[in-house]
């Protein structure tokens, strides 16, 4: 069992930034695919990065290439994504999400935080 928990949500405005955190306990978290998702009101759950192990390679939605970066802090367990130059439609529910396997399609996904809100104000 895995557990995850997100920090660092907020209201922030157009053009500003913030960090989001996830620490995850329960399980050797190096040997954890993780992903960041988010839903936003009145839309499906969509798939924002995600990052192996090894953190080499990671995959960024195009909506958000060149604006937010993932990262992984294996020692203290920790996952991150910095947002930068936020936008309106950025806004949602940002969950952490973590599985079993190397290369896991969306659906593949174990273990849920309880997800965090970024609000954007235009």
């Known amino acids: 069992q895995v557990t995850l928990v997100e920090s660092g949500g907020g209201l922030v405005q157009a053009g500003g930034s913030l960090r989001l955190a996830c620490t995850a306990s329960g399980r050797s978290f190096s040997s954890l695919f993780m992903g960041w998702f988010r839903r936003a009101p009145g839309k499906e759950r969509e798939i924002v990065a995600s990052i192996r192990w090894t953190a080499t390679t990671p995959y960024y939605a195009d909506s958000v290439k060149g604006r937010f970066t993932i990262s992984r802090d294996n020692a203290n367990n920790t996952l991150y994504l910095q947002m930068n130059s936020l936008k309106p439609e950025d806004m949602a529910v940002y969950y952490c999400?973590?599985?079993?396997?190397?290369?896991?399609?969306?659906?593949?996904?174990?273990?849920w935080g309880q997800g965090t809100q970024v609000t954007v104000s235009s």
């Open positions: 999400a973590a599985s079993l396997r190397p290369f896991p399609a969306r659906s593949e996904y174990n273990y």
